[in-house]
């Protein structure tokens, strides 16, 4: 049973909490925990640093790339962050159930 952490953020809290619900709802993560953070980046030439909420998505590879996708989709910035961090170990029984909490792909 193989594991990802999704990651982005996110520019309010209310964005984040709906789309962490969505995810959630749609069970292609089977938990996401929101996180406040300060992100300092350049953007187009300038340098910026903003209030943030991070989503840490858990989800089985078997989701991943639905989960990535459906992320980028629901995500209001023009060019979100949305990467995929592999979980190199877990206990046998949380990797049960992030397995049996995300829905299995209809492909």
Known sequence: MSLSVVVTTLGSEAEAQAIARQLVTERLAACVQIIPC???????????????WRLEMKTADAARERLLARTEELH?????????????????????????A??????
Request: net charge negative; proline share 9%; glycine share 2%.
């Open 76 to 100: 209001p910035y023009d060019l979100p962050e949305v990467i995929a961090l592999p979980i190199a170990t877990a206990s046998a029984d949380y990797a049960a159930w992030v397995c049996n």
């Open 102 to 107: 995300v829905a299995p792909s209809s492909e």
């Open 38 to 52: 300060e992100s300092h980046y350049i953007y187009e030439g300038k340098q910026e640093a903003s209030r943030e």
